[in-house]
């Protein structure tokens, strides 16, 4: 069965600093991998595709389908990059969310 | 264009009484999925509809079904509430399937007493 893992709850770190947010996932096959951010009061939104392989807001993520890893990196956080991030798999459309992680930026 | 709509945004129902919450996708839009977000079970994925059929189903009772009409609107249903079933449900649409980027609703927040 798929299975998405993201192992840190929460994560904090200043602005400036560089933030990576971890995914793992098990799956055989060849997957859609998403990542998908949620500001405060704001609806779910997708951050961005690994298919796409572009980088929105200064995030990028790489698929290692050895290490089965999609993680997500920013070189310099800032303040307003603080939210609950999800990372996602989908399989020919039934699709699979991480529990989330919280990023918090601190000034 | 208009986002994706939910109604109602919030309901409270009792133990054994049933609901339908109702989603309109993105005008063009042709896939709907649906989720129940917890505090303890996170995003769960419930089902998906494309062309008024069922495409995708999740890991849930039967108590969950729905439907999505010819104009790509969609209705889910739930039957017999248990207190468990308190959540935040979501709905997504996207142009052809839950593969590509989704655009989500406020969603309609549910609580059983």
């Known amino acids: 069965a798929q299975r998405v893992t993201q192992p840190e709850k929460l994560l904090s770190v200043f602005k400036g600093a560089p933030v990576e947010l971890k995914c793992n996932y098990s799956y055989s096959g060849s997957p859609e991998l998403f990542w998908y951010v949620q500001y405060s009061r704001q609806r779910l939104q997708l951050l961005l595709r690994?298919?796409s392989r572009e980088s929105i807001k200064g995030f990028t993520a790489d698929l290692n389908k050895g290490e089965t890893s999609f993680h997500l990196k920013k070189p310099f956080a800032q303040e307003e990059d603080s939210a609950m991030y999800y990372c996602?798999?989908?399989?020919?459309?039934?699709?699979?969310f991480g529990a989330g992680t919280r990023l918090t930026v601190k000034p | 264009k208009a986002g994706v709509t939910q109604t109602p945004r919030y309901l409270i129902k009792t133990r054994g009484q049933q609901v339908t919450l109702s989603c309109s996708p993105i005008s063009g839009h042709r896939s709907v999925s649906w989720y129940q977000q917890t505090p303890g079970q996170g995003l769960q994925f419930l089902f998906e509809?494309?062309?008024?059929?069922?495409?995708n189903k999740g890991n849930f009772p039967g108590r969950f079904s729905g439907r999505q009409f010819s104009n790509s609107r969609s209705e889910m249903n739930v039957s017999t509430l248990e207190l468990g079933d308190s959540a935040l449900y979501l709905c997504?649409?996207?142009?052809?399937?839950?593969?590509?980027?989704?655009?989500f609703g406020d969603g309609t927040r549910l609580s059983i007493l």
């Open positions: 690994h298919i």
């Open positions: 509809y494309f062309s008024e059929t069922q495409r």
């Open positions: 997504a649409s996207s142009f052809d399937g839950a593969d590509q980027p989704q655009h």
């Open positions: 996602a798999l989908s399989e020919l459309g039934d699709m699979r």
